[in-house]
């Protein structure tokens, strides 16, 4: 069952994501901030936080909030689904509910950010599976060796072609 995020839940996301194994402690305590801000302030300005449960417990989760300063662009900034869940197609649950919100809400673009890692490689594969193209890659981003790479994805008709 796909859910809104409530507060009671940052804890057992917080733990989801480090299961994960993927993700740094700066990035976990950053996920805590992101839920505690999320929860106080930055639901009402319009980020999506929705948490993904099953019977046996939370699965997953995936947060996404409208681009400042764009026209209509959005983006994805995380998405973890429990290690023991991957390949099971929960990632491409919560990816299509994600899309689906933000054309509802009359987004057009989505991007992706993620590292170039070789332990991130499931997670680029996963966003070319879903139809996102590799659009840029920044080297060095996050540290030496570790590049920003972006993926995007257009939701809506680009306005020039509509018109």
């Known amino acids: 069952m796909l859910r809104p995020t409530i507060a009671e839940d940052t ?78 197609g929960l990632g491409s649950e919560l990816l299509a509910h994600c899309e689906a919100e933000i054309r509802r809400a009359g987004g057009r673009l989505l991007l992706i950010e993620t590292s170039s890692l070789p332990h991130y490689e499931p997670a680029r594969r996963f966003y070319l599976k879903q139809g996102y193209e590799r659009h840029a ?10 590049d920003l790479v972006v993926f995007r994805k257009r939701l809506a008709e680009c306005a020039a072609a509509a018109s």
Request: glycine residues 8%.
């Open 137 to 146: 890659t920044v080297g060095d981003f996050y540290a030496d060796g570790d």
């Open 11 to 88: 804890e057992a996301l917080i733990a989801l994501a480090d299961e994960v194994g993927v993700f740094k402690p700066l990035e976990l305590t950053a996920l805590r901030e992101v839920l505690d801000d999320y929860h106080a302030t930055n639901r009402a300005a319009g980020h999506r936080s929705t948490t993904l449960e099953t019977a046996t417990g939370i699965e997953g989760f995936v947060y996404f909030a409208p681009a400042a300063m764009t026209e209509r662009t959005w983006y994805l900034y995380w998405i973890a689904v429990r290690k023991r869940r991957h390949a099971g």
